[in-house]
């Protein structure tokens, strides 16, 4: 199975009103719920693709117990998830019917105690040898220490699993010198780690930081990738309209299947790319049109970038 973390898991609320305006009252025209959080978006994509995934992180209170119970009813996705004192977050987003745009709301989550973040420590080590490799996804919760993706990185490798990590910020540049085998930050996040906006160059930098590949992802133009047998630029035939949140998380698990079927690096993205363009199509994170991605895999361009420092 591949194993997917999200320490920070939440239940997403969806309100679709026909106009948002500030300061204004709305009559909310449809709700949905769904588990959330980075990596059950990316269990959900991997096992869609055919591939077993597992779920760990912390769940708790009513929300935690709204989330779990939705999750069991996701086929190939198995359940991992460590109960905690505190509640999950919710996400809200207001959807603009009118416009299409979104308002996100997201809450920072239940604080997690030095127990409990032992107690997942102790659980993620069980779960590591059954393992084909595992992704690390998402923002920390408040109490569990920054340097908490570099600790679970190390653990990774000293058991001999192949690891990604998606994160932001200090728990990036702290995971990233803990030598992850991919790391996947989009345009804001690589420029935040390196101080450049010179994207070819920012990856090469962030490669240097430690991890064995980078994978950054610049939205509608794609990904840009250094790996050790290069730079390879993937871009899609054209931008695409729809919902991108969760496009990122299609291209970590389009990585993640890659890296356990050890897939050459020029397919790896062109699935990542055709994946993630697919679920900026289907209106949901953790879902994808299946006829779109099938018919963008031919035609992603994959081009390899001059191989200057
Ligand atoms: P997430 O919300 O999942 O965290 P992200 O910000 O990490 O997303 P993006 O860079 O926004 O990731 O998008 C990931 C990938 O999705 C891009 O590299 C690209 O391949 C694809 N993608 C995103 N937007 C579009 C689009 N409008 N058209 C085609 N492909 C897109
Ligand atoms: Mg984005
Ligand atoms: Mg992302």
């Known amino acids: 199975m591949i194993l997917t973390v999200t320490l920070n898991t939440a239940l997403d609320l969806t309100y679709r009103v026909p106009r948002l305006t500030p300061h204004s009252s709305h009559r909310v025209t449809e709700v949905t719920e769904r588990p959330g959080g980075k990596g059950l978006n990316v269990a959900r994509v991997l096992a869609a693709l055919g591939h077993e995934s597992t779920v760990t992180g912390f769940a708790g209170g009513a929300t935690g117990r709204a989330l779990r119970e939705q999750l069991a009813t996701a086929p190939g996705v198995r359940d991992a998830l460590l109960d905690v004192a505190g509640a999950t977050r919710r996400t809200i987003a207001v959807v603009d019917a009118e416009s299409g745009d979104t308002t996100q709301l997201n809450e920072p989550g239940p604080l997690i105690t030095p127990d409990e973040w032992s107690g997942f420590l102790a ?95 610049l939205g509608a133009k794609g990904l840009l990738a250094a790996t050790p047998d ?80």
Do not use: M
């Open 123 to 217: 659980s993620y080590e069980q779960l590591l040898p059954s393992a084909a490799a595992v992704a690390l996804c998402g923002s920390l919760p408040p109490g569990v220490p920054v340097g908490a993706y570099a600790h679970l990185v190390r653990a990774a490798r000293a058991a001999g699993v192949p690891v990604l990590l998606d994160t932001s910020g200090e728990p990036l540049r702290r995971g990233i010198a803990a030598r992850p085998d991919i790391v996947k930050p989009n345009a804001d996040e690589l420029a935040e780690l390196t101080g450049s906006h010179e994207p070819l160059r920012a990856t090469r930098d962030a490669r240097r930081r430690g991890a064995h590949a980078v994978v950054a992802s």
């Open 230 to 309: 290069g730079a390879l630029r993937a871009t899609p035939p054209a931008p695409v309209r729809g919902n991108p949140t969760g496009a990122g998380d299609s291209a970590v698990a389009a990585l993640l299947a890659g890296l356990v079927e050890n897939t050459p690096w020029r397919r790896r993205l062109a699935s990542a790319v055709a994946l993630s363009a697919a679920t900026v199509l289907a209106p949901v994170a953790g879902e994808f049109d299946r006829e779109a991605y099938e018919d963008l895999l031919d035609r992603v361009s994959v081009t390899e970038q001059a191989s200057a420092a």
